[in-house]
């Protein structure tokens, strides 16, 4: 019977897994995949936004090479945090269920195809967004060898025709990215322009890129199709083809929230956003908590490491002070 079980093992779940290490707070973190595994699906060359002070946890030093950590550096600061705090982590073990009665009961399937139960009084979910794509909904995007919504590097498609889809600072980056690297490169937006939204230091580059021609961008443009050679783009009612080898569909990404409904946690319709208390991070069903993106509903623009790294603290204070 554990105090606390953590459900997600990344960034904002090994920050509440130290909260609850140092402060004598039995628990266990369960993590579908390996430690921190979401940061593995980033492009390669990813460097954050952020300045390293901001990512920190449980006050260790975010040593970087330059003024903002690369992805590479993030991934080995965060396992190496876990591993100084030697936080308790089963890797490799999914989540099937949680069931509630008078504590939880979680149940796993673990890599060697066994099972798992854990009973628990309180719960913390961590598990992001990264693993859920939102789906364009065409012919074709199911089809691996022509279509995927995650980039990490651009090396495979030299030469090739490139769709990216999206117009937000994955998909031009990506888009970037691809050019730089000898990929014909289409940008392919439903808006009429790229959104605010978009990093300062990289819209003049993408912008100057589409003036000359060397990325073509098709604003105001949906896909409609991913066809053996080609793909189908609407513009304006009309339809037309592209010649294309790959699609990239970096449309975003959606919270999975089938525990949080599994259990009866009110969710605000229009927002998506879960019911909680946002002093102590609790849900409106008792003893279950959110930690990190997961709270923010449909807007992942609202939660970031920066301050969902501190969601931890709120929900082991909270668990300390029912003891």
Not at 210 to 223: D, L, M, P, R, V
Request: hydrophobic share 40%; with cysteine.
């Amino acid at each position: 019977m554990y105090e606390l079980i953590i459900i997600g093992a990344g960034p904002c779940g090994i920050a509440a897994a130290i909260e609850a290490e140092r402060r004598g707070v039995s628990y266990l973190m369960l993590e579908h995949g390996s430690l921190a595994m979401s940061l593995t699906k980033y492009p390669i060359y990813m460097t954050f936004a952020s300045s390293p002070e901001n990512l920190e946890l449980g006050g260790h030093p975010f040593p970087t090479g330059g003024e903002k950590p690369t992805r590479l550096e993030a991934i080995r600061y965060f396992r190496r945090v876990a591993e100084v705090e030697q936080v308790k982590v089963h890797q490799y073990e999914k989540v099937t269920g949680v069931e509630k009665g008078a504590h939880f009961t979680v149940k796993t399937q673990k890599r060697d195809g066994t099972t798992g139960a854990y009973e628990t009084a309180n719960i913390a979910l961590a598990i992001g967004y990264f693993d859920h794509p939102n789906m364009l909904g065409i012919p074709g995007e199911e089809n691996p060898e022509r279509c995927t919504h995650f980039y990490t590097e651009p090396s495979p498609y030299y030469g090739m025709n490139v769709a990216v889809i999206g117009g937000k600072n994955s998909a031009v980056e990506a888009a970037l990215q691809l050019y730089r690297a000898g990929v014909k490169v289409s940008l392919v937006y439903r808006r009429a322009e790229l959104p605010a939204s978009v990093k300062p230091w990289v819209r003049p580059d993408i912008e100057n890129r589409i003036k000359t021609g060397a990325i073509a961008a098709y604003f105001s443009t949906n896909i409609r199709s991913i066809n053996p050679t080609t793909i189908t783009l609407e513009q304006d009612g009309r339809t037309f083809e592209l010649e294309n080898d790959f699609v990239f569909a970096l449309t975003g990404y959606s919270p999975d929230q089938s525990v949080l409904r599994g259990l009866g946690v009110e969710i605000d319709a229009a927002t998506g956003k879960p019911r909680h208390d946002e002093a102590t991070m609790e849900t409106n069903v008792p003893g279950l908590f959110l930690v990190g993106v997961i709270a923010a509903g449909y807007d992942a623009n609202k939660i970031f490491i920066e301050n969902g790294r501190f969601h931890g603290k709120a929900v082991v204070d909270t668990i300390l002070a029912r003891r």
